[in-house]
């Protein structure tokens, strides 16, 4: 029952986002950044009209990590990405289409003209990402759907035109089954600025059993501090599991000396038995040009380097058995990937061997943890990097009637922690039942007026 709809207006926002704590990934300390906004206003061939609203936090050095660019240089190439994008949606709005059928025609020009000014192909889908997930809130929201009947019913037209390795009966057949996850558990990042007493206190906090461990690149240090952790980790979470995420800051010997290193030493080994998974060890050009070696049954994943439709395919044959979910990168893009790991699993007879995980660091309280959380609860992933909330402190710099609007169209997903609503965190697990009303987990809007223009609102004449 797929929607054709038109675009009516396009508007771009941001709000800047001060963190209580400095994050420390790849090579670059992150303290503030922006969080960017969009409202689409869509209208059916019925004349019925609806608002859609999503947000995602324009995060720097972490799309694009060209050394010669700064922080700064990224973030604006983040802004440039989404004022690109709304002006290539503007070009078929009038035109009746499907929320994916507008993708389609814009996603590959955006690419093409992100590429011509030195943007990467992740930092050029940004802007995509984001209206899209606009579109989808505002098309679920005429059919009077939330995102997982949406999905059953294909309400955004979803189709292999991107994707040419699978069939259309793969999309349906994966869409059809969408049964979300009824809880989706935290899974807390240690970053390396991170007191191991901060974390003993967060794991009572969030009754925490799933982690994500960074590495710098250095085996020796970074054994160093897997030994420490994995100590830890026993004595504070006896059941605990853990995935190790090198955000591009290895190559290819020492990722080898890395494994080797999991295997003989004999603190470190012990880690090797409760690892989920390797995320991203080599930079998104090398990953590539490098088959996967002497990786014993280790999965690894891809993560920055999933930046086109056929980079999982790509990755797959040379040894990669994941790809990472974010709604940052498009959420099309991972119902896309689950659909190939299902059809995968299925052709070869190999349940669970081809996986799609749950990574966002960076998602806010609002609109943006929600919609990604019910989008990793609908791809059936059991638990999901949270972090956001343990970085920015509840709603961050968003009005107070803008944080009780969103607590209260959520319940059970929020809970108070001082003076101020929160994610809902105490039991390990965000509830997602709240999530499925219609539209796309948004439930509620921003103050518009607290936050400041990104270029011109496109306005449809």
């Known amino acids: ?100 059928g507008h993708h389609a025609g814009v996603y590959p020009r955006q690419i093409t003209a992100t590429a011509a000014h030195g943007l990467p192909s992740l930092a050029g889908g940004y802007g995509p990402a984001l209206i899209d997930k606009a579109i989808v809130d505002g098309v679920l929201r005429l059919a009077g759907l939330d995102l997982a009947a949406g999905l059953r019913a294909n309400v955004t037209g979803l189709d292999s035109r991107l994707s040419n390795d699978l069939t259309q009966e793969d999309i349906d057949g994966f869409l059809q089954g969408v049964a979300p996850q009824p809880h989706v558990r935290l899974r807390h990042t240690i970053g390396f600025l991170d007191a191991l007493d901060a974390l003993a206190d967060e794991i009572t906090h969030a009754r925490l059993r799933y982690f994500k461990i960074k590495l710098g690149g250095d085996v020796a240090a970074d ?131 081809w996986f799609v995980t749950g990574e966002d660091l960076t998602c806010q309280a609002g609109l943006g943890v929600q919609q990604d959380t019910a989008l990793v609860a609908c791809l059936g992933i059991a638990h999901v990097e949270r972090n956001g909330h343990h970085y920015v402190d509840g709603f961050g710099q968003a009005p107070t009637a803008e944080a009780a609007r969103f607590a209260a169209a959520m319940p059970g997903f929020y809970e108070r922690r001082g003076n101020a609503p929160t994610l809902a965190v105490s039991t390990g697990a965000l509830p997602t039942a709240p999530l499925f009303t219609p539209g796309f987990a948004s439930g509620a809007m921003p103050d518009w007026t607290s936050l400041a223009r990104i270029g011109d609102s496109t306005h449809v004449a």
């Open 223 to 353: 054994c160093e501090r897997l030994r420490i952790l994995t100590r830890a980790l026993e004595t504070l979470v006896p059941d605990f599991a853990a995935s190790l995420d090198a955000n591009e800051q290895y190559d290819a010997v020492r990722l080898a000396a890395l494994i080797a290193a999991l295997g003989d030493d004999p603190i470190i080994s012990r880690l090797r038995k409760r690892l989920l998974y390797i995320e991203q060890p080599l930079d998104r050009a090398a990953t590539f040009a490098t088959p996967l070696e002497a990786s014993g049954d280790i999965p690894f994943i891809i993560d920055e380097a999933d930046g086109s439709y056929d980079a999982f395919p790509r990755a797959a044959a040379l040894g990669y058995r994941g790809v990472s979910s974010k709604a940052c990168k498009g959420l099309y893009k991972s119902i896309i990937n689950a659909a190939r790991a299902a059809a995968w699993n299925r052709r070869d007879g190999t349940p669970g061997h």
């Open 1 to 100: 029952m797929s929607l054709r709809v038109t675009l009516d207006e396009i508007a771009l926002f941001e709000r800047p986002m001060a963190f209580r704590l400095p994050f420390r990934f790849g090579a670059v300390t992150v303290t503030e950044a922006p969080q960017a906004f969009v409202r689409v206003r869509v209208t059916g061939e019925d004349g019925q009209s609806a608002t859609g609203v999503a947000a995602e936090m324009m995060m720097p050095k972490w799309f694009d990590k060209n050394p010669a660019k700064s922080p700064a240089d990224t973030i604006a190439d983040l802004r440039f990405s989404l004022t690109s994008a709304a002006t290539l949606y503007r070009d078929g709005a009038r035109r009746p289409d499907t929320a994916f």
